[in-house]
């Protein structure tokens, strides 16, 4: 597709043309000067690609870029496009769209990938001038028709109405008139007021919810396709580790067993159905060379932290004078806190289906990156890009994980020695042990305060892993991962003096990657952390305290004064009962938490009630936002309480949800979501929850025991100390 730039304002929509079957429109809005990716708050320019058409029924198919996984996306884009566009949400159908960074990459990532909590951001605007485009092009088609003037003309569900002679043309009617017509400028149609929506703001029920309630939606791990093997994979158990051998002949003895494929680092069984796979890896009794990260253990990851967080690293920010302030301080607080790996552990497990042809190659997976898949395994066996077809799927849980293409990878190199089609899957706990996780962090942070307990210096030194490094090394500037100080860097305190700085501490052999929320999931917890400690350091209530420190931040005082509202801060609670509260800003959106904790007699902590604020900005379907802060707190909650990945010998010590466990029904808290109405431009919600949890419950403990929570996850306290 040429780029308007190219083609110029008045050829936007140029390619609409006449296929039989309706018009077909193909949207290219220009690029303006993009901010860094770090800077989330100023997500405002954006340069999508997307496409539209209408039949003759007056059926809108939307080519959806973004993967659905659980996050309401496709129904958010499609309400866009529906209320400029003047339809239901019932004339809008989707179709996923085939992998194409030229036609789809996502604006703000610059590929076709869905993270980051960028959807909406990104496509806020580009979807809405796409319908707009659409309506005014119709009205012209009806006006024309009739010889009238287009604003005597309005449009409503899907049809033209001349208002004085209420005669009514349905868009299908229109479709083949409207292709061929000049195209307006941008600047000529104008785009709704937010006074004016019907949709959007809306709670609109979930387009892919029928098919999920009935069983018809297709996730990768529900593909089948003629003659296809299943294939179960056994990995190094050791990061690194190398296949030692394996005892094939009596694999191939266990009926249903097609073939056994050897892979470096990995054993496939391929068989007629998964439970034949199993057995076969289990006769197979494979044995491991353990290579060069056999004997790493925690101890020594947390030893290598300690270490590095005595040097200084790459400075994220530096404003005022820091050390001079510090030294004409009243007090000076300093704390050291340590968050542990943690896996992803979606409900649906790695899997990939994959045939490969001659000359082609077909992927059938739930991927939040197929562009990369596509491109990797077209390296992999020297295919032409255009050759590996990428079917994508429903996600049956992502959190990062599926940003990672090496599951699609492995998949292929095993269907590179199967004939025929091949669905490779991994267990629960190949899943779990050979995950992609989220870094293992030790931070050192300090703050020097005035006479009225206020920080007048902070500094802040984070050390871990730079997931960025590996996935957006461009990002990196000045050695500073963007990523890893998220949350961090720009705290939404007033802090005159400030130096924030990266340490990057890679642990050996140990694949570390983007996980909901990522770094402010690490960062957030400090910051709130320490915030709280220097509250009752000076015995003030945290609430009021951090009010204190938003004079010039009106959206954060906002949702926490809210949170604070809602959650009825300071009434009484019962004995080993605490509150803890949290805030942030993280992608564009700004959140506060209130958490009602209890802890028991024998020290287990039990959160009864999250109370959440959120102001993101303009709202699409607040049913949506809801639930993304249900999930996103209890996905958080779990890892704060109990979530943590353990290594001895080179070796992931948890396996499943017994020993890495997610919160249970019967645990799962009352989870509150209020919304600020606001007209600022979209911010992210997916992983919003999940980064201030884990700090509000810390501080709910304190608040019940007097037990400050410096170490990630909390599990049991003892209360005899």
Known sequence: MKSLAILGRREFLKDAVTIGSGLVLSVAIPPAIRPSLADSAAFHAFAPNAFIRIDPEGMVTLMMPMAEMGQGVHTALAMLLAEELEVSLEQVKLEQAPSDDSLYANPILHVQSTGASTSIRAFWTPLRQAGAVARRLLLTAAASRWGVAPDSCLAK????????????????????????????????????????????????????????VVGRAQFGIDMKLPQMAIAAVAISPAFGGRL?????????????????????????????????????????????????NGQVSSEQIIRQLEEASAHPGAVARHDGDPERAMMSAVRVVEAVYQLPFLAHAAMEPMNCTVHMHKDSCDIWVGTQVPTLTQVQVAELTGLPKSAVRVHNQYLGGGFGRRLEPDGNLLAARIAQHVDGPVKVIWSREEDIQHDMYRPCYLDRISAALDARGIPVAWKHRLCGS??????????????????????????????????????????????????????????????????????????????????????????????LMLAAKKADWGRTLPERWGRGVALQFAYGSFAAQVVEAQVGVDGRVRVHRIVCAIDCGMVVNPDTIAAQMEGGALFGLTAALYGEITLKKGRVMESNFNDYRPMRMNEAPIVETHIVQSSEPPGGVGEVATATVSPAVANAVFAATGKRIRRLPIKALDLSR
Not at 179 to 194: D, T
Not at 200 to 212: E, I, M, N, Y
Not at 524 to 540: M, P, Q, W
């Open 157 to 212: 569900r899907g049809v033209v109405i001349h208002i004085s002679s209420s005669r009514q043309l349905r868009y299908g009617e229109l479709v083949h008139a409207a292709a061929v017509l000049p195209v307006p400028p941008l600047e000529s149609v104008p785009l709704k007021h937010p006074s004016q929506f019907t949709l959007v703001g809306t709670s609109a029920r979930r387009l892919d919810t029928p098919d999920k």
């Open 466 to 559: 730079s997931v960025y490094s590996r996935y957006h090394p461009n990002l990196i500037k000045n050695g500073v991962d963007p990523d890893a100080v998220a949350g961090a860097a720009q705290p939404p305190y007033d802090l005159p003096n400030i130096h924030v700085e990266f340490v990057r501490v890679e642990p050996p052999g140990i694949p570390t990657s983007l996980w909901r929320g990522v770094g402010p999931t690490h960062n957030t917890f400090v910051v709130e952390s320490f915030i709280d400690e220097l509250a009752h350091t000076v015995k003030r209530d945290p609430v009021e305290y951090r009010k204190s420190l938003l004079i010039h931040n009106p959206r954060a005082l906002g949702v």
């Open 244 to 292: 030692k051998s394996l005892n094939e002949e009596a694999a191939l003895a266990v009926r249903g067993v097609r073939q056994m494929v050897r892979l470096v680092n990995a054993v496939a069984a391929v068989a007629d159905d998964t439970w034949a796979a199993k057995k076969a890896l289990a006769a197979a009794a494979i044995e491991w060379d353990d290579g060069p």
